[in-house]
T-cell receptor, first 111, second 113 residues
Framework: SQQGEEDPQALSIQEGENATMNCSYK?????LQWYRQNSGRGLVHLIL?????REKHSGRLRVTLDTSKKSSSLLITASRAADTASYFC???????????FGAGTTVTVRA | ETGVTQSPTHLIKTRGQQVTLRCSSQ?????VSWYQQALGQGPQFIFQ???????GRGNFPPRFSGLQFPNYSSELNVNALELDDSALYLC????????????FGPGTRLTVT
């Protein structure tokens, strides 16, 4: 079973617009990570946010974490065609080391 | 480029056969994890190896086994293949034991007919 659940399942936006996706999880966590996957190939790590952090930025990415609501969001600003991919959140439970992935959000950026 | 490689890229096997998938981690990464990703799903954790010892596995039967070698290479072996084993198999390495940032390989696409 997958602990994280992303919402929406799919997202289509125009180039230059912002894309926001959300992740909800069930148990307390050590950290939460976001990964990107292009065309069913390997995943690329985007950003890690620890349970004692509320917000983190990396380039055009902004991640928030609300541990009271067990949720996170990933914002991609000024999207580009190259951002077209599937995005996954992965949670690391407090009492475990196994990363648990959600089913992902498929983002399509239209030129 | 994550520096993690996997072979082969694609593989077709028949139900009941055995398969070995290979992964080469980044130098210095003592931890390797294997994941199974079915079409349209997120990766599912199979097991993790740390310094050549298995230190935990997910909800997969014993016919899924692995090895990790001192030269940062590792293997995933699957016996008695079933149709539902068709998936993308990903290995991921990391510096630390545990669940911090992982570096994924490009995956092996296994098709069982």
């Amino acid at each position: 079973s997958q602990q994280g659940e992303e919402d929406p399942q799919a997202l289509s936006i125009q180039e230059g617009e912002n894309a926001t996706m959300n992740c909800s999880y069930k148990t307390s966590i050590n950290n939460l990570q976001w990964y990107r996957q292009n065309s069913g190939r390997g995943l690329v790590h985007l950003i890690l946010i620890r349970s004692n952090e509320r917000e983190k930025h990396s380039g055009r990415l902004r991640v928030t974490l609300d541990t009271s609501k067990k949720s996170s969001s990933l914002l991609i600003t000024a999207s580009r065609a190259a951002d077209t991919a599937s995005y996954f959140c992965a949670t690391a439970p407090s009492n475990d080391y196994k990363l648990s992935f959600g089913a992902g959000t498929t983002v399509t950026v239209r030129a | 480029e994550t520096g993690v490689t996997q072979s082969p890229t694609h593989l077709i096997k028949t139900r009941g056969q055995q398969v070995t998938l290979r992964c080469s981690s980044q130098s210095g990464h003592n931890t390797v994890s294997w994941y199974q990703q079915a079409l349209g799903q997120g990766p599912q954790f199979i097991f993790q190896y740390y310094r050549e010892e298995e230190n935990g596995r997910g909800n997969f039967p014993p016919r899924f086994s692995g090895l990790q070698f001192p030269n940062y290479s590792s293997e995933l072996n699957v016996n008695a293949l079933e149709l539902d084993d068709s998936a993308l198999y990903l290995c991921a390495s990391s510096y630390l034991f545990g669940s911090d940032e992982q570096y994924f390989g490009p995956g092996t696409r296994l098709t069982v007919t």
